[in-house]
C-alpha cells in the first residue's frame, strides 16, 4: 500500500505545512475582523447619516491599523469590506497598494478580490496604475484558465494606451488559444482595447476573421463584436471584411432553422443574443453598399417572417432586422414589410414597444413615405395613448406624415389634439400646425380657418411666430379680410379665457379692417351677424379695463381703437374718451400711446386718416414646397435687407481657411474703421490666390459703403454687434416694401454639396434694379441621425460683399431642414465664386467639410 493510500499527498511539503502554522498563529494571535456581512448589516441598521459616517469610520479605520501589518491575513476580507464602502461613495483610495499586493498573491481568492479592487480603485490617473502591468503580463501566462480571465478583465477595464500598447501582442496570442473561455474572454479585451487605443486594431485582424469559425456561441458572439467595432473605426477594415457578409448569413441561417437547443434556447428563440448581433454587424457592412446589401436580402426576408412575435425575444429580433433593412440598400418590397412590422408594434399592449415602433418610423419615414402613409390611421390613435412620452413621438410623426393629400384629415386630428393637449405640448404643436398649413393648404379660406383653430385651441401656449404669421396672412388675402375679421370678432366675442394670442390678432384685424366687419356677408355656417359700431367699441372697452389682459395685448388694443376711429362715424367720441382715460394710466407704455394718440383728435386730427390708413398686403418670399418631402418642417425664411449682420468673433475658424485659400493674417487698419474689440484679425481675405491684393481688416460695412472687402461671416454669434442698414425701413423692414416679387418657379438652384448624407443646395434670385442677389441656403439631412451644432461659414472674393442673416437653427432631426439667406453685392458684376465650410456633430462624432463653389450662373448679374 503506498503512500496516498494512507491518505498522504507528496505535495503537501514541509513549506505548505509551514505556512499553514504560520497563519493558524497568526489568527490566534490577532483579533477577528467584522465579516463582510456583519459590516453591511451594521450599514443598515444605522437610522441617519451622521450613525452611518461613524460606523465606516471606525470601520475605516480598524482596515488601515491592519493594512500597516505586513503578513497580514485578513488582508481579502479586508479589502472586500473597503470596496463595499467605496461602493458606498467614501474615500477607498488608501487601499490600492493593498490590492497590488492581494493580485501577486498565489491564491485565487486572493487574487479575485485585488483584481476586483484594482478595477474599482485604480485609473490611468493614478501612479499605481503602472505597477500592476507586471502582474497582469505574468497572470496572463497563467496555466489556470481563471487566473487569465481575471487579468484579461481587468486590463479591457483599466487599460491605459501605454498598458495596451505593452500587452496586446499577449492578448492576441490569448486570442489562438485552444481554450474556448480564454479565447472569448480575450476577444472581449481587444475590443475594449480598440475602443482605447484604434491603432492597435490591425495587430488583432488575423486572429479576429477565424474567431467566425467557431462552434462556441459565447466566442462567436464576442468575435461578431469585435469586427463591428473594427468597421466602425475604420473604412479600409471594412472593405477588408465586407467579403464575411455570406458567412455571417449562413450563420444567422442556420439559427433561424436550428431546432430546440437547450444550452441556446430563450423563449423558443435560439440564441437571440447572437442574431441580434449579426443582424447589428450586417447593418454596417450592407451600408451604401449595393452588392453586400443584396447578399442579405433573402435573409433578412426570413428573419423578418419567421420570427415568433408573441415574445419581446422575438420583438428584440424584428426591431434589429427593421434597422437593417432600412439602413441598407434594400428592396422595396423588403421596406414595406419592415414598415408593416412596425405598424404591428404600434398595435402591442406594451408600451415601450410602441414607443420604440413610433421612433424607427420618424427616423425612415423619409425612406419610404407611403408605406408609412397605411399605418396614418394607428399612428393617429397614439395621440391618445395615456403615456406622454408615446403622444409626443406620434404627434412628431404625424407632422411628418403630412402632405397636400391628407391635409384637411391630419389637421382635423390634429387641431383636435392640440385642444386637449397638455401645456407643454401646445407650443410646438401649434407652430407646427401653422407650418404645414402653410405649405399644404388647399385655400386660403381653409388655411385661415386652420390658424383660427390654433389660436383657440392654444391659448396663452402659442408662439410669437403664429401670431406673425396669421397677421400676414390676413394681410395678404384680401377677398378674405371681411369673412375673418368676422369670426375673429365672433371667437373674441366668446373668449372666457382671455387668450393673449388670440386677442392681439383680433384686434389687429378689426382695426385694419373695421369697416368692413361692419357690411361682411352673413356665414351661413357659422350663422354669425355683423356687429353694430358700439357693439364693437363696448367689446375693446371691456378688453382695455381687463385685469386679465396684458399690457401688450392692451397696447395692441391701443393702436387698433385709434385707427376705428377713421373706419367708424358714430362712435368717434367715445373712443376719444377711451384713448384720453388711458392719459393717467399708471403703466407708461399705455400712458405714453394715450398722450400721443390722444393728439389725433386735436390740434392734429387733420393728419389721422392719412397717418391711420390701411396697411398694404404684407409680402413674404417663401421657399417652394416643390423642394420638401413629406414630413420637413420648413423654416421660415428672413428676406428684409436690414436684418442683423453676426461676424464671427472667433479667428481661429477664419485663419483656417485663411490658410487654405493661401492668404496670411493682415495688420489692423487705421482707425477709421470700426472693429471688434474681441478680436485683433477678424476679417481675412480667403481669396488672396485670386486676387493677389492686400488683405483689409474687418469691418462692420453699411450698405452705402463702396469699398472691395472679402467678408467672412459666421453664424450662430449673437454676442456682437449688429450692423444696421443705413436704408432700413424702422417701421416695417422690407415687410411694406413695394419692391417686386419674383416668381420662385423662375429663381434658379444650385446643388453646392451634395455627398456623405448632406444636401446643400443654393436658390439664386436677383434683386431687380440692383447689383445683389439673394441666396436662399437650404441644407436637407438625408441620414437617420439627426446633426448638431451645424455650422456654416462662407467667403467670397474681395471684389464683393457678403451678408450672412441668422440661420433658422442649429440642429436638424433626419430629413430635417436649416435654411439661412446670404445677400451678395457684386458692383462689377464679376464671376462669383464662393468657399464654403460645413461643420456638424452626427451620432457625437464631429465633421468638418470644406468645398468651393464655383456653378454660380453668370447670367444671373445681367
Known amino acids: 500500500m503506498n503512500a496516498s493510500e494512507h491518505g498522504f499527498n507528496p505535495a503537501f511539503n514541509m513549506a505548505t505545512i509551514k505556512q499553514a502554522v504560520n497563519e493558524a498563529i497568526e489568527r490566534v494571535r490577532m483579533p477577528t475582523p467584522m465579516r463582510l456581512r456583519d459590516l453591511i448589516r451594521q450599514i443598515r441598521a444605522a437610522r441617519t447619516a451622521a450613525e452611518e459616517r461613524s460606523v465606516v469610520n471606525k470601520e475605516c479605520a480598524y482596515i488601515r491599523s491592519t493594512f500597516r501589518e505586513e503578513d497580514s491575513v485578513w488582508r481579502c476580507r479586508n479589502i472586500a469590506k473597503l470596496l463595499y464602502i467605496h461602493m458606498l461613495g467614501y474615500p477607498a483610495h488608501f487601499g490600492q497598494l493593498e490590492c497590488l499586493k492581494l493580485i501577486a498573491s498565489s491564491r485565487f481568492t486572493d487574487k479575485r478580490i485585488g483584481y476586483l479592487g484594482a478595477m474599482l480603485l485604480l485609473d490611468e490617473r493614478q501612479d499605481v496604475h503602472l505597477l500592476i502591468t507586471n502582474c497582469l503580463k505574468n497572470d496572463l501566462n497563467s496555466t489556470t484558465q481563471f487566473v487569465v480571465g481575471l487579468a484579461l478583465c481587468t486590463l479591457g477595464a483599466i487599460a491605459s494606451p501605454e498598458m495596451a500598447r505593452d500587452l496586446a501582442v499577449e492578448v492576441e496570442r490569448l486570442m489562438k488559444s485552444p481554450n474556448a473561455y480564454i479565447r472569448k474572454k480575450a476577444a472581449l479585451c481587444a475590443f475594449r482595447i480598440i475602443k482605447r487605443v484604434p491603432e492597435l486594431m490591425e495587430i488583432f485582424l488575423p486572429a479576429t476573421r477565424s474567431l467566425l469559425s467557431e462552434k462556441n456561441h459565447g466566442v462567436l458572439i ?21 467579403k464575411i457578409v455570406p458567412n455571417l448569413v449562413r450563420i444567422l441561417k442556420n ?64 426591431y434589429e432586422t427593421v434597422l437593417s433593412i432600412m439602413d441598407i440598400k434594400s428592396e422595396g418590397g423588403l421596406r414595406v414589410l419592415a414598415v408593416n412590422i412596425l405598424g404591428r408594434f404600434l398595435l402591442n399592449n406594451d408600451k415601450n414597444i410602441r414607443y420604440v415602433a413610433l421612433n424607427t418610423l420618424l427616423r425612415t419615414v423619409h425612406v419610404d413615405t407611403s408605406a408609412v402613409q397605411r399605418h396614418r390611421s394607428t399612428i393617429l390613435e397614439c395621440l391618445k395613448d395615456p403615456d406622454i412620452s408615446i403622444r409626443r413621438r406620434a404627434m412628431e410623426l404625424s407632422f411628418a406624415l403630412v402632405n397636400s393629400q391628407n391635409i384637411r384629415t391630419m389637421m382635423k386630428e390634429l387641431i383636435t389634439f392640440l385642444e386637449k393637449a397638455d401645456p407643454e405640448f401646445k407650443a ?76 392681439q390678432v383680433a384686434v ?176 481675412l481675405d480667403l481669396f488672396n490666390e485670386m486676387d493677389n491684393i492686400d488683405t483689409p481688416a474687418l469691418q462692420t460695412i453699411p450698405s452705402t459703403d463702396t469699398t472691395n472687402l472679402g467678408l467672412i461671416v459666421e453664424n450662430n454669434n449673437g454676442s456682437l454687434p449688429i450692423v444696421i442698414n443705413q436704408n432700413s425701413n424702422f417701421i416695417g423692414g422690407d415687410l411694406l416694401s413695394n419692391s417686386k416679387t419674383v416668381n420662385e418657379k423662375d429663381v434658379p438652384t444650385i446643388t453646392a454639396y451634395d455627398k456623405d448624407g448632406l444636401r446643400m443646395s443654393f436658390s439664386l434670385e436677383k434683386v431687380p434694379d440692383s ?44 430629413n430635417g431642414q436649416i435654411t439661412q439667406v446670404l445677400k451678395v453685392t457684386n458692383p462689377n458684376k464679376s464671376t462669383l465664386k464662393m468657399r464654403i465650410r460645413l461643420s456638424y456633430t452626427v451620432d457625437g462624432n464631429p465633421v468638418q467639410i470644406q468645398t468651393e463653389v464655383n456653378n454660380f450662373p453668370t447670367e444671373i448679374w445681367d
Open 255 to 318: 439559427l433561424i432553422l436550428a431546432g430546440y437547443s437547450p444550452d441556446h434556447d430563450v423563449s423558443g428563440v435560439s440564441d437571440p443574443f447572437l442574431q441580434v448581433k449579426i443582424l447589428k454587424l450586417l447593418r454596417v457592412l450592407g451600408r451604401n453598399d449595393a452588392d453586400a446589401s443584396e447578399a442579405m436580402n433573402d435573409i433578412l426576408a426570413q428573419v423578418a417572417t419567421n420570427t415568433e412575435t408573441s415574445k419581446n425575444v422575438g420583438n428584440t429580433i424584428l
Open 508 to 683: 389687429w384685424a378689426i382695426g385694419e379692417y373695421g369697416d368692413q366687419l361692419l357690411q361682411a356677408a352673413v356665414d351661413d355656417d357659422s350663422n354669425v351677424t355683423p356687429p353694430t359700431e358700439d357693439e364693437v367699441i363696448d367689446l375693446y372697452q371691456k378688453l382695455l379695463w381687463s385685469p386679465q389682459n396684458s399690457t401688450t395685448t392692451k397696447q395692441y388694443a391701443l393702436m387698433s381703437l385709434t385707427k376705428l376711429s377713421t373706419r367708424f362715424t358714430a362712435t368717434n367720441n367715445k373712443i376719444q374718451q377711451i384713448i384720453s382715460s388711458f392719459c393717467s394710466s399708471l403703466h407708461i407704455e399705455l400712458q405714453q400711446r394715450g398722450v400721443e394718440f390722444s393728439q389725433f383728435f386735436g390740434k392734429y386730427s387733420h393728419l389721422r386718416p392719412s397717418l391711420l390708413e390701411r396697411m398694404p398686403p404684407m409680402e413674404l418670399v417663401r421657399q417652394s414646397a416643390e423642394t420638401h418631402t413629406n414630413g420637413d418642417v420648413e423654416s421660415e425664411v428672413k428676406t428684409p435687407e436690414d436684418s442683423p449682420q453676426h461676424i464671427n468673433n472667433d479667428s481661429n475658424a477664419l485663419l483656417d481657411l485663411l490658410v487654405d485659400f493661401g492668404g496670411t493674417p493682415p495688420a489692423p487698419q487705421p482707425a477709421t474703421t470700426t472693429t471688434t474689440t474681441s478680436n485683433k484679425v477678424d476679417l
Open 771 to 814: 447689383n445683389t442677389l439673394t441666396i436662399h441656403v437650404v441644407a436637407t439631412n438625408q441620414m437617420l441621425s439627426p446633426m448638431t451644432d451645424f455650422l456654416f461659414q462662407a467667403a467670397v472674393p474681395k471684389t464683393f460683399q457678403l451678408q450672412m442673416m441668422s440661420p433658422s437653427g442649429t440642429v436638424m432631426g433626419p
Open 222 to 242: 464576442t468575435g461578431v463584436t469585435l469586427i463591428t467595432e473594427m468597421c466602425e473605426n475604420s473604412p479600409d477594415t471594412l472593405n477588408h471584411f465586407k
Open 428 to 503: 410646438h404643436c401649434s407652430s407646427s400646425i401653422v407650418l404645414s398649413a402653410e405649405r399644404f393648404a388647399p385655400n386660403k379660406r381653409w388655411h385661415l380657418d386652420t390658424l383660427l383653430k390654433v389660436l383657440i385651441g392654444a391659448g396663452n401656449y402659442v408662439r410669437d411666430d403664429v401670431i406673425s404669421s396669421t397677421i400676414q396672412l390676413i394681410s395678404e388675402s384680401t377677398n378674405q379680410q371681411p369673412y375673418m375679421t368676422l369670426q375673429l370678432y365672433k371667437a373674441l366675442s366668446e373668449d372666457l379665457m382671455d387668450k393673449q394670442p388670440l386677442t
